[in-house]
C-alpha cells in the first residue's frame, strides 16, 4: 500500500499523521460540513425581505427567495438587493392565488408577468419557482416548466406564519431537517427573523450548511419536487 496516499509519514519514531500547518486550527473552528439544507423564504420582497437579508449577510449564509411579480414591481430594491447578494430568486406568482383553481391562461399571466419582472429588476432570468400554497395540479406543473421554471415544494414546513413562538419554530426546523431538504419560511414573519441567527448557527453545529436549490433528474421524495440542496 502506498502509505504516502495514506497521509502518513514513515519517521524514526513510525509513522506519524502528516498535517499541513494551521489545518488542525481550521478545523477545530468549522465543523465539519456534512450535508446542505435550502432555506426558501416566500411571499417578499417587501421590508421584511431587508431584515432577512441583513441577517444572511451577517451570518455569511445564501438562501433561495420565491417572490410575488406584484411585490417585486413595488418593491424592487430588495429584489435587486437579494439578487447582488448572490441569493437564488424564484417564481412565486404575480397576485399569490391558487393557480390550481383559476383558469390556466391566468395562470399563465401570473407567472410570465413575474418572470419579466424579476428579470427586470434583478438581471436574472428565474429558474425555479413555487406555486402559492404548494398548490399544483398536472396542468400547472407543465405551465412552470414551459416558462424553463421547475416547481420547488419543501421537506419541511414549520408553519411560521401561524404565530408561533420564534424558539419553537427553529427547533422544529433543527429537529426535522437532514441533508438535501429545503424548508418553507416566510420573510415578513417577525419570528421568523427573531430565531434565524440561531437556526443557522444550529444547522451549522449539525454539519449542515445552508445550501442552494438544485434542480435534479430523480424526483425528491422528501422535498416532493425534482429538487434537492446542494453547496452553493
Ligand atoms: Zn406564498
Redesign the pocket.
Known sequence: MDRQAMGLTLTANGFVPTVRPGALAVAATRPVIRGYVALTF??GPSAGTGVVLNILAEAQARATF?F?GGGVETDWRYASRAALAGHAIGN?SYS?PDLAAIPLKDAAVELGRTQAAITRYTGAVPMLG?P??GSANEDVVRLFREYGVEPVLWAYNPEDNAGQAAAAIGAAVLGAVRDGDIVLL?CAQRETQRMLPELISGLRARGLEPGRIEITGEYQERNHSYARAVAW
Open positions: 416566500d411571499d420565491f410575488v412565486h399569490h413555487r402559492p400554497f416566510h
